[in-house]
């Protein structure tokens, strides 16, 4: 099932992400649509996108923000994409809370 940026599969949690690398201050929130209408979370970090620098620093704001433990969440698609992918291994409505999004 697909809510907004949270897709539930059986055993996991997907969390579609659009990333900008290098921001001037780094934010969670706000939704925008992909080129295929999927909603995607917006990060900003203000990591550069160099040596998984971005991506790191991705996973430590999420886990942050969500309360768990980054071990707990893994960069499945796009490590070198802005459009990213992260599973994650928690109840869809304890990571729709902490977001600010609705999951059904």
Known sequence: MTTGPIEVRAGH???HL?????????EIGGLISDAQ?????????TAPPDQGK??????????????LAISRLELVRGTTAREKTVEIEA????IATALGLDVE
């Open 54 to 67: 971005a991506n790191a620093a991705v996973l430590a704001a999420l886990a942050a923000r969500l309360g």
């Open 91 to 94: 109840e869809p409505q304890l």
């Open 13 to 15: 949690v997907l969390l």
């Open 18 to 26: 659009k990333v900008t690398p290098k921001a001037r201050k780094a």
């Open 37 to 45: 209408g999927r909603p995607r979370l917006v990060v900003k970090v």
